[in-house]
Nanobody, 116 residues
Framework: QVQLVESGGGLVQPGGSLRLSCTGS????????VGWFRQAPGNQRELVAS???????DYADSVRGRFAISRDNVKNTLYLQMNSLKPEDTATYYC??????????WGQGTQVIVSS
């Protein structure tokens, strides 16, 4: 079973930055469109950023201009640079394929807490 491992979360003050990483298998990174999702307590999991294998990116309105997604297909790693963090960004962040039919089992996620 392909395992997705997210890391890089933590506690940060509003306005701060974090860089999340997601490692997976070669097969996972052969998927065209992969992304970062987040789930806050009591909320549904939502897609916040995605990237295709050619580098085309897309962002949820709530994070556009503050977050940047990138991928390294040689290192089989997906990144999410998060800047100007807000308390409402507090959530557990996950990576996975965007298309439901290509989804892998969800990893443990990495928790991001934005608080002063």
């Amino acid at each position: 079973q392909v395992q997705l491992v997210e890391s890089g979360g933590g506690l940060v003050q509003p306005g701060g930055s974090l860089r999340l990483s997601c490692t997976g298998s070669v097969r996972f990174f052969s998927i065209n469109r992969v992304g970062w999702f987040r789930q806050a307590p009591g909320n549904q999991r939502e897609l916040v950023a995605s990237i295709t294998s050619s580098g085309t990116t897309d962002y949820a309105d709530s994070v556009r201009g503050r977050f940047a997604i990138s991928r390294d297909n040689v290192k089989n790693t997906l990144y999410l640079q998060m800047n100007s963090l807000k308390p409402e960004d507090t959530a557990t962040y996950y990576c996975n394929a965007v298309l439901v039919t290509l989804r892998r089992s969800w990893g443990q996620g990495t928790q991001v807490i934005v608080s002063s």
